[in-house]
């Protein structure tokens, strides 16, 4: 049997599926669920656009001639990688009409959709701060660093799936995490130390303390706010300590209505689901490095927030 162009295997000659092949064929996606779905996610920062990846995948997989894939896991990576790559550069037009800054879709971990986490990389890899650093990246070089990083495959490997060589792979990762390295140290406190930071940060706010929040964050903290348009939200980001606090002494401060907080887990990192009187929410969570808070990032886009039950 004869690959097709895109070196995948043929599908079957009279290009039908019986149920029984349409079973098995779901069982095998379904074994490699997890691990496709995170592959996905950390490739597009939608939980909803790798759902459709998936499905695509399934699709694809449906029409080929299963027994002559000697491994599945590794042929189904390539599949989603390359669908991925596709949307990436296909959306890249539509985020300029965007309203605002563009934040990841939060994802509840705890369970995580994507699999108990093997290690600590595979952990930091699905936090909100370095999925919205990974959007400078070009989509190969996103594709290279989330493989090789996140799932730790050889440039052997990465290259077979990209249809690159496994030199090309290693410069490819090599330019993205240096374009990523600055900003990636920003993120450096343990899940611990987030929460801690996260919690003092939002009692300083709730006081309207500005010497306080203005301690708890670095001189050169930003915070993003994703409204997408559809909810009230900063336009555009917030930088620096004292209009950053001013800014959230101003949006949950005494004189306001006292919203309700959720402590959550999303992403793999801890974070607070905000509920305002008459029904708006939004989900919180920060960057932290060296004892204090680098980034803020609130998700008040309602579209984002239908997997958080907080």
Not at 19 to 26: D, I, K, L, P, S
Not at 104 to 121: L, N, Y
Not at 124 to 149: I, K, Q
Not at 234 to 263: C, E, H, K
Request: charged fraction near 25%.
């Amino acid at each position: 049997m004869e690959p097709d162009r895109g070196g995948h295997p043929a599908p079957a000659a009279d290009g039908r599926v019986t149920t029984a092949g349409a079973t098995q064929a779901a069982g095998a996606l379904d074994a490699h669920r997890p691990m496709l779905l995170g592959l996905a996610y950390r490739m597009l920062g939608s939980l909803h656009d790798a759902e459709d990846v998936l499905q695509d995948a399934y699709l694809r997989w449906l029409g080929v001639d299963r027994a002559a894939v000697a491994e599945p896991r590794r042929y189904l990576s390539r599949v989603v990688t390359r669908l991925a790559i596709d949307r990436l550069r296909a959306r890249q037009a539509a985020r300029e009409a965007y309203v605002g800054p563009w934040l990841p879709e939060p994802v509840p971990t705890a369970p995580s959709p994507f699999g108990p986490p093997e290690h600590a990389e595979l952990r930091d890899s699905l936090s909100l701060a370095l999925l919205h650093l990974l959007e400078r990246l070009t989509p190969p070089e996103r594709a290279v660093y989330v493989l090789r990083t996140a799932f730790d495959l050889p440039y052997a490997q990465v290259g077979e799936i990209l249809d690159r060589s496994a030199a090309d792979c290693r410069q490819l990762h090599h330019r993205a995490a240096a374009r990523i390295a600055d900003d990636r140290r920003r993120f450096a406190a343990d899940p611990g130390e987030q929460r801690r930071l996260l919690d003092a940060f939002l009692a300083a706010a709730r006081d309207g303390d500005l010497a306080r929040l203005t301690d708890l964050v670095a001189t050169d903290v930003t915070s993003w706010t994703d409204g997408g348009g559809r909810t009230r939200a900063a336009r555009n980001p917030v930088r620096g300590a004292d209009r950053v606090a001013r800014f959230f002494a101003g949006v949950l401060g005494p004189r306001r209505p006292t919203p309700r907080t959720v402590p959550v887990e999303f992403n793999g990192r801890p974070g607070y689901v905000v509920h305002w009187p008459g029904g708006r929410r939004y989900a919180l969570t920060v960057a932290a490095a060296g004892g204090r808070i680098t980034g803020l990032y609130v998700v008040a886009n309602p579209e984002k927030l239908t997997r958080l039950a907080g």
